[in-house]
């Protein structure tokens, strides 16, 4: 058996990978081709006793220890080292085989073969790169294989899809569908992408928890070398934050431009008003005529409902030249609560403080602060009686707090809620909810424009049937 592997060694001079023939010490006894080759250019096999030689200092005894092994349990052993030859280091898979017996244990011999992997490594390398890139970027990824099912998604596509990386692999991506996107729509895109195109437009999806996700995605084939198709890679920019910062910019340019018009209108009726107003006036004093008497009165409460409503239009869009006082934010909150409590609507309601010692004094226009603080208690008074909820406590709670550097002032009543399609509504002028002559639906709109008008902030969170919670932000230093 010995003799036969001598006598063929020949054979290995076909195979591309280097072949050495080696003694039970270690010592090369014969090299194939390729061996040679690589050896030649080092100087020829005598400069090389052992295959130890050839490897690189920090793994020869790594390689020692295998071909140890081997030779002890009669086993074959691999390693991944590199040779150093010629001063290169060249990646190599080392493979012992089995040893094979001789006539006595040192005549033992053992076959190693030494197989170039530096363009492997190289690849791997190279995918490894690619693979870190998708991993660590902020843009969600995910491939897809050829009926669309995921194969991958990097960490940033499970942060924002909420679902986990279990619960995304192998599923259809038509779980994010916000069914806002028509079929047809989806079918071209397929169109396209199973055409061998990039695909890229901006897409709404769902997250797992049910909020949408607005993205602009971008779509490519995979190919291989035939260039035929074997999946599909999708690389997602989040335009979350830019669409709900386009949502605001939207309704505060709404905002603005009716306050603009409201000022107008205030202005051309307010003074033909005043008019009719002082010419009622004179009439009615003049006249002996009962009737004439009586239905002028009702012409002066009508004058006078509408003057109300002018004078809230020309509060929201103020004149800057009312002049700012040091004001007492806890002190305005307890009157406006005070006078609240007092109407018949709030007597079986709770009015809860918690206001903190350290909300400072503000420069605001005392008067108008306190009218927002009004009209807010007033609304949650209202919402709560008109929800009728049978003998269930209500309350009012009222915080005020220093947040961020700034003063924050919440209410929270135990109303009906706000719809969710409403919450930007109520800040507009004349929406309401209330019966003909209960509301002009200028009471938030106007505090929306006073709030704006201290560089501050009104918000609201609503649980419809449960809450609702109004906050307003103001600054501390503008
Ligand atoms: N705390 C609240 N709970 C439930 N709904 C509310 C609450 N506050 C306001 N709303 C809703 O917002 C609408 C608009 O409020 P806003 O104060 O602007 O007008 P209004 O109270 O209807 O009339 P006005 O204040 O001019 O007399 C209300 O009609 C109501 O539907
Ligand atoms: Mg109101």
Same mark, same amino acid.
């Given at each position: 058996?010995?003799?036969?592997?001598?006598?063929?060694?020949?054979?290995?001079?076909?195979?591309?990978?280097?072949?050495?023939?080696?003694?039970?010490?270690? $010592?090369?006894?014969?090299?194939?081709?390729?061996?040679?080759?690589?050896?030649?250019?080092?100087?020829?096999?005598?400069?090389?006793?052992?295959?130890?030689?050839?490897?690189?200092?920090?793994?020869?005894?790594?390689?020692?220890?295998?071909?140890?092994?081997?030779?002890?349990?009669?086993?074959?052993?691999?390693?991944?080292? $590199?040779?150093?030859?010629?001063?290169?280091?060249?990646?190599?898979?080392?493979?012992?085989?089995? !040893?094979?017996?001789?006539?006595?244990?040192?005549?033992?011999?053992?076959?190693?073969?030494?197989?170039?992997?530096?363009?492997?490594?190289?690849?791997?390398?190279?995918?490894?790169?690619?693979? &870190?890139?998708?991993?660590?970027?902020? &843009?969600?990824?995910?491939? #897809?294989?050829?009926?669309?099912?995921?194969?991958?998604?990097?960490?940033?596509?499970?942060?924002?899809?909420?679902?986990?990386?279990?619960?995304?692999?192998?599923?259809? !991506?038509?779980?994010?569908?916000?069914?806002?996107?028509?079929?047809?729509?989806?079918?071209?895109?397929?169109?396209?992408?199973?055409?061998?195109?990039?695909?890229?437009?901006?897409?709404?999806?769902?997250?797992?928890?049910?909020?949408?996700?607005?993205?602009?995605?971008?779509?490519?084939?995979?190919?291989?070398?035939?260039?035929?198709?074997?999946?599909?890679?999708?690389?997602?920019?989040?335009?979350?934050?830019?669409?709900?910062?386009?949502?605001?910019?939207?309704?505060?340019?709404?905002?603005?431009?009716?306050?603009?018009?409201?000022?107008?209108?205030?202005?051309?009726?307010?003074?033909?008003?005043?008019?009719?107003?002082?010419?009622?006036?004179?009439?009615?004093?003049?006249?002996?005529?009962?009737?004439?008497?009586?239905? =002028?009165?009702?012409?002066?409460?009508?004058?006078?409902?509408?003057?109300?409503?002018?004078?809230?239009?020309?509060?929201?869009?103020? !004149?800057?030249?009312?002049?700012?006082? =040091?004001?007492?934010?806890?002190?305005?909150?307890?009157?406006?609560?005070?006078?609240?409590?007092?109407?018949?609507?709030?007597?079986?309601?709770?009015?809860?403080?918690?206001?903190?010692?350290?909300?400072?004094?503000?420069?605001?226009?005392?008067?108008?602060?306190?009218?927002?603080?009004?009209?807010?208690?007033?609304?949650?008074?209202?919402?709560?009686?008109?929800?009728? #909820?049978?003998?269930?406590?209500?309350?009012?709670?009222?915080?005020?707090?220093?947040?961020?550097?700034?003063?924050?002032?919440?209410?929270?009543?135990?109303?009906?809620?706000?719809?969710?399609?409403? =919450?930007?509504?109520?800040?507009? !002028?004349?929406?309401? #909810?209330?019966?003909?002559?209960?509301?002009?639906?200028?009471?938030?709109?106007?505090?929306?424009?006073?709030?704006?008008?201290?560089?501050?902030?009104?918000?609201?969170?609503?649980?419809?049937?449960?809450?609702?919670?109004?906050?307003?932000?103001?600054?501390?230093?503008?």
């Amino acid at each position: 058996m010995n003799n036969a592997f001598e006598y063929n060694f020949d054979l290995f001079d076909r195979f591309p990978s280097m072949y050495f023939l080696l003694g039970a010490d270690g $010592r090369i006894l014969k090299t194939n081709a390729a061996a040679n080759e690589i050896l030649k250019k080092a100087g020829g096999i005598d400069q090389y006793a052992e295959i130890f030689d050839l490897v690189e200092l920090c793994d020869r005894t790594k390689a020692l220890n295998i071909f140890k092994k081997c030779l002890n349990k009669k086993t074959y052993g691999q390693c991944q080292t $590199r040779f150093f030859i010629n001063k290169e280091l060249i990646n190599i898979n080392l493979t012992f085989t089995v !040893p094979i017996a001789g006539k006595d244990k040192s005549d033992t011999k053992i076959i190693a073969v030494a197989r170039d992997i530096t363009e492997e490594k190289q690849k791997e390398a190279e995918l490894l790169r690619f693979y &870190n890139i998708a991993e660590g970027t902020v &843009n969600p990824v995910q491939i #897809t294989d050829l009926t669309g099912k995921m194969i991958y998604v990097n960490p940033a596509f499970v942060k924002i899809s909420g679902y986990t990386k279990e619960e995304l692999l192998g599923k259809n !991506p038509r779980i994010f569908g916000s069914g806002k996107t028509s079929r047809k729509f989806w079918d071209r895109v397929w169109e396209v992408i199973s055409g061998g195109k990039v695909w890229s437009g901006e897409i709404e999806d769902t997250k797992k928890n049910g909020e949408p996700f607005y993205s602009q995605l971008l779509i490519s084939p995979i190919l291989d070398k035939e260039e035929k198709i074997i999946g599909y890679f999708g690389i997602h920019r989040d335009l979350s934050e830019k669409r709900i910062l386009e949502k605001q910019l939207i309704h505060t340019q709404k905002m603005e431009s009716i306050g603009t018009l409201a000022a107008g209108i205030a202005h051309e009726v307010g003074n033909p008003l005043a008019s009719i107003s002082a010419l009622v006036q004179v009439v009615q004093r003049d006249t002996n005529d009962a009737f004439i008497k009586e239905k =002028l009165g009702l012409v002066k409460n009508q004058v006078t409902r509408i003057s109300k409503i002018i004078r809230d239009l020309v509060d929201f869009s103020r !004149p800057s030249n009312y002049e700012l006082h =040091l004001t007492n934010i806890n002190k305005s909150i307890v009157e406006a609560v005070e006078i609240t409590k007092v109407g018949t609507k709030a007597k079986n309601i709770q009015f809860n403080m918690k206001l903190s010692d350290d909300v400072p004094s503000l420069p605001l226009i005392p008067d108008q602060i306190h009218q927002v603080f009004l009209n807010i208690l007033i609304n949650a008074v209202d919402a709560i009686t008109e929800a009728k #909820t049978n003998g269930k406590p209500n309350s009012v709670e009222v915080k005020s707090f220093v947040e961020d550097g700034n003063v924050m002032v919440t209410f929270k009543d135990t109303g009906p809620g706000i719809e969710e399609n409403n =919450l930007n509504k109520v800040f507009e !002028p004349f929406f309401t #909810t209330k019966g003909q002559g209960k509301g002009t639906g200028l009471g938030l709109w106007v505090s929306y424009g006073i709030v704006k008008s201290f560089q501050g902030d009104i918000n609201i969170e609503s649980e419809p049937g449960k809450k609702t919670t109004f906050t307003i932000t103001l600054p501390i230093e503008t």
